[in-house]
């Protein structure tokens, strides 16, 4: 079980899975509630022309340019759909195919990085480097900060908008925040979870804990800790297996989904 | 009470609405509106659907812009400076599902002054439910998603109260709700009425609804108001310029 932890790479990997799946958990109770798991799913896809661009102008770690780019494709999805009359499935089809036709360009122009792209396509515990173990530290404190400071507000957002306006609340604020928030935890759990799949750390345990929770009291807190077991099951199982870790962490997370429902049924 | 540094420093009108206009694409949906509402008045805005009652209501709480003219609440323009003074009840709103939100949770993010609702248990709720007498006391530990539309509509009438309103804007209140509920509400708007000097403006489609219960009386027909006063007054000008055929007209929607 410990053996593992000997070596650095396991450890960095770990304790960016413990600090990043609890602001998963927690972001995801909320990105399900307002149907926006295509938007994190957007998000996550469009960094990959982030990492490119990274890869092109020779940094060899991306994570300044990837941040950026997360960064953009959300603000300018969200500037859109309040701007135009575009439909907001709509502006997010559009950013999500454009940014992939983007780094896929990129991507053939580079030669001898298709390891990396592997890599960032379905994570990699290997590829955890202190960068990102430091960044996800500080996402860590910067998140649970603005989360608990701002639960009432995304709670109420959630509910109903016009609610939120009538009660004093700056929604338009209220929204950025909120999005930043879900884009800087999407764009750092790629290294872990990988492109392709990092949607799955932020919408399953929150909806595994849906099954079990009456109160969202109850939701946060099991999504929490649904959250934190998979990402710590998915890393250990990428090690012994010697698998990318994202598949691995998805597949705890829908286990642990499964084993809800089941136990949701039983109940009723 | 009203005492008389209060005549001295409050305006004459709750509410004054100048020239109001609001443009969807080149059609007025409301044009050239003029409405003065006195402090503790229950002003009823009636009309068939599509007469731009909801958007009057949207454009006093500023969610839809008016393209021209004044609104003033409490003599004050900026919307955001009187916001936490207005209570809002929006019509048919349904709440997802996907969030496992009870009622207790609900109501505590309409305190004034809660930090966090997730690290209280908000026991007083249950004290100040009772002032409002609505009935919402037993639906406290029951999801959002789950109430009926009866119970809905008495959860979020309790969850504009909690922020204390001077003015609460309902918006079919009382659409969908069985006749306890109904009664139960209109009690209860009459008793805040009666103890705090609540104003309330109330949209409906239905005036003999209302009736009971209004102080003034505004018709809306195509975005402009075709008769106000009082609900007897309104009536008869309604009955003697359309004939039976807006009142029955209203009854059907």
């Given at each position: 079980?410990?053996?593992?932890?000997?070596?650095?790479?396991?450890?960095?990997?770990?304790?960016?899975a413990?600090?990043?799946?609890?602001?998963?958990?927690?972001?995801?109770?909320?990105?399900?509630?307002r149907?926006?798991?295509?938007f994190?799913d957007?998000?996550?896809?469009?960094?990959l022309?982030?990492?490119?661009?990274g890869l092109l102008?020779g940094?060899?770690?991306?994570?300044?340019?990837?941040?950026?780019?997360?960064?953009?494709?959300?603000?300018?999805?969200?500037?859109?759909?309040?701007?135009?009359?575009?439909?907001?499935?709509?502006?997010?089809?559009?950013?999500?195919?454009?940014?992939?036709?983007?780094?896929?360009?990129?991507?053939?122009?580079?030669?001898?990085?298709?390891?990396?792209?592997?890599?960032?396509?379905?994570g990699d515990?290997?590829?955890?480097?202190?960068?990102?173990?430091?960044?996800?530290?500080?996402?860590?404190?910067?998140?649970?900060f603005?989360?608990?400071?701002?639960?009432?507000?995304?709670?109420?957002?959630?509910?109903?908008?016009?609610?939120a306006f009538?009660?004093?609340?700056?929604?338009?604020?209220?929204?950025?925040?909120?999005?930043?928030?879900?884009?800087?935890?999407?764009?750092?759990?790629?290294?872990?979870?990988?492109?392709?799949?990092?949607?799955?750390?932020?919408?399953?345990?929150?909806?595994a804990?849906?099954?079990?929770?009456?109160?969202?009291r109850?939701?946060?807190?099991?999504?929490?800790?649904?959250?934190?077991?998979?990402?710590?099951?998915?890393?250990?199982?990428?090690?012994?297996?010697?698998?990318?870790?994202?598949?691995?962490?998805?597949?705890?997370?829908?286990?642990?989904?499964?084993l809800?429902?089941i136990?949701?049924?039983?109940?009723? | 009470?009203?005492?008389?540094?209060?005549?001295?420093?409050?305006?004459?009108?709750?509410?004054?609405?100048?020239n109001?206009?609001?443009?969807?694409?080149?059609?007025?949906?409301?044009?050239?509106?003029?409405?003065?509402?006195?402090?503790?008045?229950f002003?009823a805005?009636?009309?068939?659907?599509?007469?731009?009652?909801?958007?009057?209501?949207?454009a006093?709480?500023?969610?839809?812009?008016?393209?021209?003219?004044?609104?003033?609440?409490?003599?004050?323009?900026?919307?955001n400076?009187?916001i936490?003074?207005?209570?809002?009840?929006?019509?048919?709103?349904?709440?997802?599902?996907?969030?496992?939100?009870?009622?207790?949770?609900?109501?505590?993010?309409?305190?004034?002054k809660?930090?966090?609702?997730?690290?209280?248990?908000?026991?007083?709720?249950?004290?100040?439910?009772?002032?409002?007498?609505?009935g919402?006391?037993?639906?406290?530990?029951?999801?959002l998603?789950?109430?009926?539309?009866?119970?809905?509509?008495?959860?979020?009438?309790?969850?504009?109260l909690?922020?204390?309103?001077?003015?609460?804007?309902?918006?079919?209140?009382?659409?969908?709700?069985?006749?306890?509920?109904?009664?139960?509400?209109?009690?209860?708007?009459?008793?805040?009425?009666?103890?705090?000097?609540?104003?309330?403006?109330l949209?409906?489609h239905?005036?003999?609804?209302?009736?009971?219960?209004a102080?003034?009386?505004?018709?809306?027909?195509?975005?402009?108001?075709?008769?106000e006063?009082?609900?007897s007054?309104?009536?008869?000008?309604?009955?003697?310029?359309?004939?039976a055929?807006?009142?029955t007209?209203?009854?059907h929607?």
């Amino acid at each position: 079980m410990f053996e593992p932890l000997q070596f650095s790479f396991m450890q960095r990997a770990i304790i960016t899975a413990l600090l990043l799946s609890p602001i998963c958990a927690l972001m995801g109770v909320f990105v399900i509630a307002r149907k926006m798991s295509f938007f994190s799913d957007t998000i996550g896809h469009s960094a990959l022309a982030g990492v490119a661009v990274g890869l092109l102008i020779g940094l060899k770690e991306p994570l300044t340019t990837l941040l950026i780019t997360s960064l953009a494709v959300a603000i300018i999805v969200f500037w859109l759909r309040e701007k135009t009359e575009l439909l907001t499935d709509t502006i997010m089809a559009l950013m999500f195919s454009g940014m992939i036709a983007v780094a896929i360009i990129i991507f053939s122009f580079l030669k001898g990085y298709k390891g990396d792209l592997h890599r960032y396509l379905f994570g990699d515990i290997l590829a955890v480097g202190n960068i990102d173990t430091i960044a996800s530290a500080l996402l860590f404190v910067l998140m649970s900060f603005i989360i608990f400071k701002n639960l009432n507000q995304f709670t109420i957002i959630t509910t109903n908008e016009e609610l939120a306006f009538a009660c004093g609340v700056n929604v338009g604020k209220a929204n950025y925040l909120f999005v930043i928030t879900l884009t800087l935890t999407v764009a750092l759990s790629i290294r872990l979870l990988g492109i392709m799949l990092v949607t799955s750390l932020l919408v399953v345990p929150a909806a595994a804990a849906r099954n079990v929770s009456v109160t969202l009291r109850q939701q946060l807190i099991f999504s929490i800790l649904f959250g934190l077991f998979s990402a710590l099951a998915g890393t250990l199982s990428s090690y012994y297996l010697n698998l990318p870790s994202g598949p691995c962490i998805t597949l705890a997370c829908i286990l642990v989904f499964i084993l809800t429902l089941i136990w949701k049924k039983v109940k009723e | 009470m009203t005492t008389t540094s209060d005549i001295h420093n409050n305006p004459p009108y709750a509410i004054e609405i100048e020239n109001l206009t609001v443009r969807y694409g080149n059609k007025d949906i409301l044009k050239n509106i003029n409405l003065k509402i006195k402090y503790g008045d229950f002003l009823a805005i009636i009309g068939p659907n599509g007469s731009g009652k909801t958007t009057l209501l949207k454009a006093i709480l500023r969610i839809i812009k008016p393209d021209c003219g004044t609104i003033k609440i409490f003599g004050e323009e900026d919307i955001n400076k009187i916001i936490t003074k207005i209570g809002y009840v929006p019509q048919r709103l349904g709440f997802e599902k996907t969030l496992s939100i009870t009622v207790r949770e609900f109501l505590a993010l309409r305190l004034p002054k809660t930090k966090n609702w997730f690290f209280h248990r908000f026991k007083f709720i249950d004290e100040k439910l009772k002032i409002a007498r609505l009935g919402v006391t037993e639906l406290l530990e029951k999801p959002l998603y789950l109430l009926s539309g009866g119970e809905l509509q008495r959860v979020l009438i309790a969850f504009s109260l909690l922020g204390e309103p001077e003015l609460l804007l309902l918006d079919e209140a009382t659409e969908g709700v069985d006749f306890t509920a109904e009664n139960l509400i209109y009690e209860s708007l009459a008793t805040l009425r009666k103890q705090i000097g609540l104003t309330v403006i109330l949209v409906s489609h239905d005036l003999s609804m209302v009736s009971r219960q209004a102080t003034n009386v505004v018709a809306l027909s195509n975005g402009v108001v075709c008769c106000e006063g009082s609900p007897s007054e309104v009536y008869q000008s309604l009955n003697k310029a359309y004939g039976a055929h807006f009142i029955t007209y209203s009854h059907h929607h």
